[in-house]
C-alpha cells in the first residue's frame, strides 16, 4: 500500500463546474498535507495546505481534512481551462520532514 | 514570497559525463533542502534531504555515490549525477525550507537532464 494514495484520472469536468479531488493517507504520523498543482514539463506550485480537521477555503479552491478517515480532499469550484493540470496531494510528519507525494490525479477542463 | 531557482534549467550530455544541478535560496535561508526526480507521467520521488554542513540522507535505493548532494551553504545546494546514463534523463527538483514554524516547502522551477 503506498503512502499517498489518489486516483490517477483523468477527471474530466465542463467548465464552471465543480472538480472534486480526493487523497487517502495511510501514516497516521501524517501532520500537513499539501495540494500542488503541477503543468506538464513544470515544477509544482502550492495551491494550499491544511493541518486541521474540516474545511479550508481559499478563492475557488476548498481543502477537507478528515484525519480519522486518513482522506483529504480538494474541491475546485468554477473550473476553468487554465485548471487542467496534475494535481498532487502531499503529507508531512513534521516541518522540516520529507514530503510524501501521491500519484496524482490528472484533470482536464472542457470548454 | 520565498524563491528558489534551479540552475541550469535544461540540460543535455553524453552519456559518463558528470553533470551538476543548482539550487539556490534567493531571499531566505535554507535550512532543509530537498532532492526530487521525476520520471514521465509518474510523481515526484524523493532521492534525497540535505541540511546544511552535514551529510545528505539519502532514500532507499538512491545510490550516494551517484548523485552526490553538497549543501554547503544555507542558500545552496548542488547535485551531481556522475557518470549519468539515459536511464538517468529525468526532470530533477528541488525544495527548500526556511527552518520556520510552517511545513511548506518551496520549490525550485526544475532542471531536465537528457542524457545522449
Known amino acids: 500500500q503506498k503512502e499517498v494514495e489518489q486516483n490517477s484520472g483523468p477527471l474530466s469536468v465542463p467548465e464552471g463546474a465543480i472538480a472534486s479531488l480526493n487523497c487517502t493517507y495511510s501514516?497516521?504520523?501524517?501532520?500537513?498535507f499539501f495540494w500542488y498543482r503541477q503543468y506538464s514539463g513544470k515544477s509544482p506550485e502550492l495551491i494550499m495546505f491544511?493541518?486541521?480537521?474540516g474545511d479550508k477555503e481559499d478563492g475557488r479552491f476548498t481543502a477537507q481534512l478528515n484525519k480519522a478517515s486518513q482522506y483529504v480532499s480538494l474541491l475546485i469550484r468554477d473550473s476553468q481551462p487554465s485548471d487542467s493540470a496534475t494535481y498532487l496531494c502531499?503529507?508531512?510528519?513534521?516541518?522540516?520532514?520529507?514530503?510524501?507525494f501521491g500519484g496524482g490525479t490528472r484533470v482536464l477542463v472542457k470548454p | 514570497g520565498a524563491v528558489v531557482s534551479q540552475h541550469p534549467s535544461r540540460v543535455i550530455c553524453k552519456s559518463g559525463t558528470s553533470v551538476k544541478i543548482e539550487c539556490r535560496s534567493l531571499?531566505?535561508?535554507?535550512?532543509?533542502m530537498f532532492w526530487y526526480r521525476q520520471f514521465p507521467k509518474q510523481s515526484l520521488m524523493l532521492m534525497a534531504t540535505?541540511?546544511?554542513?552535514?551529510?545528505?540522507?539519502?532514500e532507499q535505493g538512491v545510490e550516494k555515490d551517484k548523485f552526490l548532494i553538497n549543501h554547503a551553504s544555507l542558500t545552496l545546494s548542488t547535485l551531481t549525477v556522475t557518470s549519468a546514463h539515459p536511464e538517468d534523463s529525468s526532470f530533477y527538483i528541488c525544495?527548500?525550507?526556511?527552518?520556520?514554524?510552517?511545513?511548506?516547502?518551496?520549490f525550485g522551477p526544475g532542471t531536465r537532464l537528457t542524457v545522449l
Open positions: 491544511i493541518y486541521s480537521n
Open positions: 531571499d531566505f535561508q535554507a535550512t532543509t
Open positions: 525544495s527548500a525550507w526556511d527552518g520556520g514554524y510552517t511545513n511548506e516547502q518551496f
Open positions: 540535505s541540511n546544511e554542513g552535514s551529510k545528505a540522507t539519502y
Open positions: 501514516d497516521r504520523g501524517s501532520q500537513s
Open positions: 502531499a503529507a508531512i510528519k513534521a516541518a522540516g520532514n520529507k514530503l510524501t
